[in-house]
Nanobody, 129 residues
């Protein structure tokens, strides 16, 4: 599967931004999706994840640092996963990456880089104070 992230930009603190990640190559609904972010000198860190759709709906997970401010969603008809980012802070400044995984949601939330099989290129978000 190929992933294409977009929607990054520069804005002031307390603003909102929505990132998109478009997938192509296989049935999008078969993939669990995630967002990570990376800043210079730091490890790429987990932001949010959403499971494959099931008859019970989708499961989601968020890093503590974004809980209540960021919201992940998916539109399988558009082969796209979104990350709505609200109340942005300067510490949210990073390059954001989307990722896809082929395995289902296990006992633990998929918060590690090696939980994912495919990665897109990053989209940069800069938040100024």
């Amino acid at each position: 599967v190929q992933l294409q992230a977009s929607g990054g930009g520069s804005l002031q603190a307390r603003g909102s931004l929505r990132l998109s990640c478009a997938a192509s190559g296989r049935t999008f609904s078969d993939y669990g999706m995630g967002w990570f972010r990376e800043t210079p000198g730091k490890e790429r860190e987990f932001v949010s994840a959403i499971s494959r759709n099931s008859w019970t709906g989708s499961r989601t997970s968020y890093a503590d640092s974004v809980k209540g401010r960021f919201f992940i969603s998916r539109d399988n008809a558009k082969n796209t996963v979104y990350l709505q980012m609200n109340s942005l802070k300067p510490e949210d400044t990073a390059v954001y990456y989307c990722a896809a995984r082929t395995t289902g949601w296990g006992i633990s939330d998929p918060v590690e880089r090696n939980d994912y099989d495919y990665w897109g290129q990053g989209t940069e978000v800069t938040v100024s104070s």
